[in-house]
C-alpha cells in the first residue's frame, strides 16, 4: 500500500496551491481519506476529510474558508485544494487513508512540505 503525495512547494502569502495524493494496493473507494500537517513543535492537525461514500466533507474550522477536499476514485486520488495561503499554513502535509470500517487512520502518505512566505 502507498500513498503519494505531491504538490507542496514554496508561495507567497495570498497565493494558491493544489496537493494531491495518489493511492495504490487499496480500494480507494472503501477509505475515507483525509489530509492533515504538521508545523514543527506542533501537533499535527486534521484540515479535511472526505467520506468514502456519501463524499461528505469535514474542514477545519481555521482552513474553512479557504481549503477545499476533493476525490477522484476512478483515479484513486484525493486533491486539497489551498488558497489565500498564509504564512501560519507553513507546515508539512500528509495524506491518510482509512477503512470505512476501522476507526483509525490505516495509511499515510510521506508528507509534503508547504512554506508560505510573507
Known amino acids: 500500500v502507498q500513498l503519494q503525495a505531491s504538490g507542496g512547494g514554496l508561495v507567497q502569502a495570498g497565493g494558491s496551491l493544489l496537493l494531491s495524493c495518489v493511492a495504490s494496493?487499496?480500494?480507494?473507494?472503501?477509505?475515507?481519506v483525509a489530509w492533515f500537517r504538521q508545523a514543527p513543535g506542533k501537533e499535527r492537525e486534521l484540515l479535511a476529510s472526505?467520506?468514502?461514500?456519501?463524499?461528505?466533507?469535514y474542514r477545519a474550522d481555521s482552513v474553512k474558508d479557504r481549503f477545499t477536499i476533493s476525490r477522484d476514485n476512478a483515479k484513486n486520488t484525493v486533491s486539497l485544494q489551498m488558497n489565500n495561503l498564509k504564512p501560519e499554513d507553513t507546515a508539512t502535509y500528509y495524506c491518510?487513508?482509512?477503512?470505512?470500517?476501522?476507526?483509525?487512520?490505516?495509511?499515510w502518505g510521506q508528507g509534503t512540505l508547504v512554506t508560505v512566505s510573507s
Open positions: 494496493g487499496i480500494t480507494f473507494s472503501n477509505y475515507n
Open positions: 491518510a487513508a482509512q477503512n470505512y470500517r476501522r476507526a483509525e487512520y490505516d495509511y
Open positions: 472526505i467520506r468514502w461514500n456519501s463524499g461528505s466533507t
